[in-house]
């Protein structure tokens, strides 16, 4: 079980961090991160991070957003710095174990960015 928070309405420029608790499951081998969806737009990877490998990201957010993980707590976090209206969407957390193809996913969390 995921277990998505932080979402809110902030000002274009402004900073938002989302916050994930995974629970029920290992935290280890497996690749966590978050995707988003805005209106009438496909769900999409934004970013992700796994033991022992660097963190990915989707290049609109590149030098914007920052992936992290706190292992003991089981929790990963999404620190997002200079937002933009076109960060605007529903961001959901998820998790996949190396070992399956299936992803298991948080409930969302909407980030509304204001210009």
């Known amino acids: 079980q995921l277990q998505a928070s932080g979402g809110g309405t902030v000002q274009a420029g402004g900073s938002l961090r989302l916050s994930c608790v995974v629970s029920?499951?290992?935290?280890?081998?497996?690749?966590i991160g978050w995707y988003r969806q805005a209106p009438g737009k496909e769900r999409e990877l934004v970013a992700n991070?796994?033991?022992?490998?660097?963190?990915n990201y989707a290049d609109s957010v590149s030098g914007r957003f920052t992936i992290s993980k706190d292992n003991a707590k089981k929790m990963v976090y999404l620190q997002m710095n200079d937002l933009e209206p076109e960060d605007t969407a529903v961001y959901y957390c998820?998790?996949?174990?190396?070992?399956?193809?299936?992803?298991?996913w948080g409930q969302g969390t909407l980030v509304t960015v204001s210009s």
């Open positions: 998820y998790l996949r174990a190396w070992s399956a193809a299936d992803k298991y």
């Open positions: 029920g499951t290992t935290f280890s081998m497996v690749t």
């Open positions: 991070i796994a033991n022992g490998r660097n963190p």
